[in-house]
């Protein structure tokens, strides 16, 4: 079956720490997006990526990293200078360029800030 | 800046009522729009998408209208099943600009009585 992945299904983190979300897609997709949704909101565009080794800064990205190393992963890091990490993270991919460009989500991460 | 409003935030039918759900953009140079439903907890499953030279799209039970010049989008639900109980999220994305950008709105969630 194609489609995205995304683990953990929910995380933990103490102050100060890191933490590292991971996304998986095997739709041969060559662009990846990571979303934040919080309660009551739409969902706001933290980092993208069209194509391996490339990514752009969203509207949200302070405090936030990602790699793009395989065109099947791209992972996302909250960093300790992002204020308020605590929301529902969203990842999706879609064929990138002024085609269908119809966006897939994976299921997503919830954050918790401890 | 595109600006995505849906109104009702919240809509309650009782199962079996024919329903519409409103979505209105601020930019009307869009190259789609395009509906989700998201589960509580769940990702964003694609519903519907219209680009914009077209008027409509439908599937089974769900029709989505669109009005580029009075930048408005309607979702209709026909015989309304308690199934269909979630948020509904419109999305455009415009026609200028990276293909990275999609603006969402914030949602209506809906309730279907049995």
């Known amino acids: 079956d194609g489609g995205i992945t995304q683990s953990p299904k929910y995380l933990f983190r103490k102050e100060g720490q890191n933490v590292t979300l991971s996304c998986e897609q095997n739709?041969?997709?060559?662009?990846m997006y990571w979303y934040r949704q919080d309660p009551g909101q739409g969902l706001r565009l933290i980092y993208y990526?069209?194509?391996?080794?490339?990514?752009q800064k969203g509207d949200i990205a302070e405090g936030y990293s990602v790699s793009r190393e395989k065109k099947e992963s791209f992972p996302l890091t909250v960093t300790s200078a992002q204020k308020n990490p605590t929301a529902f993270y969203l990842c999706?991919?879609?064929?990138?360029?002024?085609?269908?460009?119809?966006?897939?989500f994976g299921p997503g991460t919830r954050l918790t800030v401890l | 800046k595109q600006e995505v409003t849906q109104i009702p935030a919240a809509l309650s039918v009782p199962e079996g009522e024919n329903l519409v759900l409103n979505c209105s953009f601020t930019d009307s140079a869009i190259y789609n729009l395009q509906w989700f439903r998201q589960d509580p907890g769940k990702g964003l499953t694609s519903l519907l998408l219209i680009q914009s030279s077209q008027r409509e799209q439908t599937s089974g039970r769900l029709n989505a209208s669109l009005d580029k010049s009075s930048g408005r989008s309607t979702l209709y639900i026909a015989a309304s099943q308690p199934g269909d109980s979630a948020t509904y999220l419109c999305a455009v994305k415009l026609r200028t600009g990276s293909a990275r950008q999609l603006t969402f709105g914030s949602g209506t969630q809906l309730t279907v009585l049995p």
């Open positions: 739709l041969n997709h060559d662009a």
């Open positions: 990526s069209q194509i391996v080794n490339d990514f």
């Open positions: 999706a991919s879609s064929i990138p360029g002024e085609s269908l460009n119809e966006q897939f």
